[in-house]
């Protein structure tokens, strides 16, 4: 069975800590990405990953970093921590496919609730 | 860049009743449209897709959408609807290279 892993249900931080937040998959996908939702804004991209040490901005990535140093794990980095980045954050992945006429659907992990207090 | 809209924050709906949940694109020559499904306390799991051919497309449990190109819409429907089916549905578009925009959700609540 296909399987997204993201290490924490829930996580409590303080104001300007760092914060790592880790998925993992186990289906060999080249596609990897993070989103944040939000009620009422639905999910924002942050930040997309194609390949290992590869990495593209989403739509919101300002105050996040990414990592992709193996294939099947990409991590989410909050820098120093802020209260806006309270939010559930969904990490998924994808096959790569070069033809938009197969593009390949997502597999989503259970979600990382963050409170930053 | 592409988007998409989805009017309906909630819908609250009877057992064994229809429902229709809204989705409406922005304009474009060529659109590839999703209906994903979040069941509570999970992450989100791919309902259907339409890329292209038949504008009736049918999905996991008894979902259907139909791809409208004159009124830029792709609404979700379901003749007979079960306590089962609350959950929140995003409709999304691709937007970019392997990049997917999701709409800002709606909750459908079934009610016994």
């Known amino acids: 069975d296909v399987k997204v892993t993201q290490s924490s249900r829930y996580l409590v931080k303080r104001t300007g800590e760092k914060v790592f937040l880790e998925c993992v998959q186990d289906m060999d996908h080249e596609n990897m990405f993070w989103y944040r939702q939000d009620p009422g804004l639905g999910l924002r991209l942050i930040y997309f990953s194609y390949d290992v040490k590869m990495k593209e901005k989403g739509d919101i990535p300002e105050g996040y970093s990414v990592s992709r140093e193996k294939k099947e794990r990409f991590s989410l980095i909050l820098e120093s921590a802020s209260t806006n980045q309270t939010s559930m954050y969904l990490c998924a992945s994808s096959l790569l496919s070069f033809d938009r006429d197969r593009v390949e659907k997502l597999f989503f992990g259970s979600g990382t609730q963050l409170s930053v207090l | 860049a592409q988007s998409v809209t989805q009017l309906d924050s909630q819908v609250p709906v009877f057992e064994e009743a229809p429902v229709e949940l809204r989705c409406n694109y922005s304009s474009s020559v060529s659109v590839y449209l999703f209906w994903y499904v979040q069941y509570p306390n999970q992450g989100l799991q791919l309902l259907l897709k339409y890329l292209s051919g038949s504008t009736l497309v049918k999905g996991i449990n008894g979902f259907e959408a139909e791809f409208n190109k004159s009124q830029t819409s792709f609404h979700l429907r379901k003749p007979s609807v079960h306590i089962s089916d609350t959950a929140e549905y995003f409709c999304?578009?691709?937007?970019?290279?392997?990049?997917?925009?999701f709409g800002t959700g709606t909750r459908l609540l079934v009610s016994p």
């Open positions: 999304a578009v691709i937007t970019g290279f392997q990049k997917l925009v």
